[in-house]
């Protein structure tokens, strides 16, 4: 994975953070003025100082050895760990190794492949309409642009930054849904829209983080700050952190 450094977004950020939160005691909390605004840069800045130390090998989790298995896998990624997906991708990629094997699955067998990973029907048709549009209009390889990503069936922003930021090095914030949750937690967006928290979250950091920030926002949300119960008292980053917790 190679990633390119671009010029460095602007961090002009004024958006007011919530003056009262909640702690996961659900007790009220003033977010200390030193994080609010655009402030927002410096904290999370800091933070991903401390990610970085603590997790050095923070990395995209799917299992794949080329652009078409990565799209793949990110798509049956959605609403499922990365984990089964790995499971489920072992065989999988040997079985339908190009996007044309997609295609000639009949789509029962494929449901069946992709099971365990849920929503299995919408994926399969999504994995049957992005081999379609790869093989007419990309001679079945996986584009490089955004907007060619998005238009490929089953594709969305959160897919193509992935795919964009592992496969191709071009930098972009990829909100699953540890990041979306994380973005949330330590108040840098207060969006629930997650092409809103993708942009929130590109004011505030350099462009050459974006990847590697989404990577390690997911580590930090898959050990201490997970979706059941946040653990605060261990958190490498509770001291930067608001705690804002539903
Ligand atoms: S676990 Fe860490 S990041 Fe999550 S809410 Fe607590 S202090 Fe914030």
Redesign the pocket.
């Known amino acids: 994975m190679k990633k390119t450094p671009r010029k460095p977004a602007p961090v002009t950020r004024a958006k007011k953070a919530p003056a009262t939160v909640k702690t996961?005691a659900r007790a009220a909390k003033t977010v200390p003025a030193a994080l609010r605004g655009e402030d927002d840069a410096k904290r999370i800045a800091k933070m991903l100082e401390i990610l970085n130390a603590e997790f050095p090998d923070a990395r995209c989790m799917l299992d794949h050895s080329s652009p078409f298995e990565l799209l793949v896998a990110t798509i049956l990624a959605a609403q499922c760990t990365d984990a089964m997906v790995n499971q489920v991708t072992k065989s999988l990629f040997e079985k339908y190794p190009a996007p044309q094997s997609y295609l000639d699955a009949p789509q029962e067998e494929l449901e069946k492949e992709i099971y365990k990973t849920g929503f299995y029907r919408n994926k399969a048709k999504s994995l049957k309409s992005c081999c379609v549009s790869l093989i007419e209009k990309h001679g079945e390889k996986v584009p490089s642009k955004m907007e060619e990503l998005i238009a490929l069936g089953g594709v969305g922003r959160k897919t193509a930054n992935c795919v964009l930021g592992v496969s191709f090095g071009i930098p972009g914030v990829v909100v699953d849904t540890h990041v979306r949750r994380?973005a949330g937690?330590?108040g840098y967006t207060e969006e629930s829209d997650p092409d809103k928290i993708e942009q929130d979250l590109m004011k505030i950091t350099p462009q050459k983080e974006w990847t590697h920030m989404s990577h390690l926002l997911a580590a930090?949300g898959r050990s201490?700050?997970t979706a059941r119960k946040?653990?605060?008292a261990e958190?490498?980053?509770?001291h930067l952190?608001?705690?804002?917790?539903d």
């Open positions: 996961p994380l937690r330590m930090l201490y700050c946040p653990n605060c958190c490498p980053v509770e952190c608001p705690k804002i917790i």
